[in-house]
């Protein structure tokens, strides 16, 4: 089993910065990829960016150039600095981890991320 806890979601103006955590705990040797999905109001939940453990990123279209996922193996901890936010960015923000087998994906519990216009 894993656990992901997130933290630094909050209200920002439009062009302004957050930085999102999620720490994993328990199994953590079994984890290989890491990222964040987010779910605006009404619509599906998508992927916003991954890393592996080896340090492979991958983002949506929509972020490229303006968020950055970042991972700290040592304290099981993957981060997102999102910067040049957008209203079109508010969302919950979800960390998930996969385990190295495929077998199983877990949840953080989302945090909620505003940006006011």
């Known amino acids: 089993q894993v656990q992901l806890v997130e933290s630094g979601g909050g209200l920002v103006q439009a062009g302004g910065s957050l930085r999102l955590s999620c720490a994993a705990s328990g199994s953590i040797f079994s984890i290989n990829v890491m990222g964040w999905y987010r779910q605006a109001p009404g619509k599906q939940r998508e992927l916003v960016a991954s890393?592996?453990?080896?340090?492979?990123?991958n983002y949506a279209d929509s972020v490229k150039g303006r968020f950055t996922i970042s991972r700290d193996n040592a304290k099981n901890t993957v981060y997102l600095q999102m910067n040049s936010l957008k209203p079109e960015d508010t969302a919950v923000y979800y960390c998930?981890?996969?385990?190295?087998?495929?077998?199983?994906?877990?949840w953080g519990q989302g945090t909620q991320v505003t940006v006011s216009s």
């Open positions: 890393i592996t453990s080896g340090g492979s990123t």
């Open positions: 998930y981890a996969d385990v190295r087998d495929g077998s199983s994906r877990y």
